[in-house]
């Protein structure tokens, strides 16, 4: 069964940027995405590719944060700019059509 890990959390001040990365196992899905949970708060969609390279965003992130994939590698990225803190959570990337997903990735934005 197709794993995915994802990484490159950690802690970045208001207005920094970091970029995560979700490398699949296996062939990633044709569409796939990510996600994330800040403490109390229910699981939210943050961005998701289609095979092709259409992409979506909520509100909250759009101008912000970008997906793309890598097909040869089976990765996919989230680069995330302008980062508030408000956008702290566990990400999370998800294989849409398997309904698969991956560990999580804490991301921390704090002075």
């Known amino acids: 069964q197709v794993q995915l890990v994802e990484s490159g959390g950690g802690l970045v001040q208001p207005g920094g940027s970091l970029r995560l990365s979700c490398a699949a196992s296996g062939t990633a899905s044709s569409i796939m995405g990510w996600y994330r949970q800040a403490p109390g708060k229910q699981r939210e969609f943050v961005a998701l590719?289609?095979?092709?390279?259409?992409?979506t965003y909520p509100d909250s992130v759009k101008g912000r944060f970008t997906i793309s994939r890598d097909i040869a590698k089976n990765t996919v990225y989230l680069q995330m700019d302008s980062l508030k803190p408000e956008d702290t959570a566990v990400y999370y990337c998800?294989?849409?059509?398997?309904?698969?997903w991956g560990q999580g990735t804490q991301v921390t934005v704090s002075s």
């Open positions: 590719i289609f095979t092709g390279g259409r992409t």
């Open positions: 998800r294989d849409s059509i398997r309904n698969l």
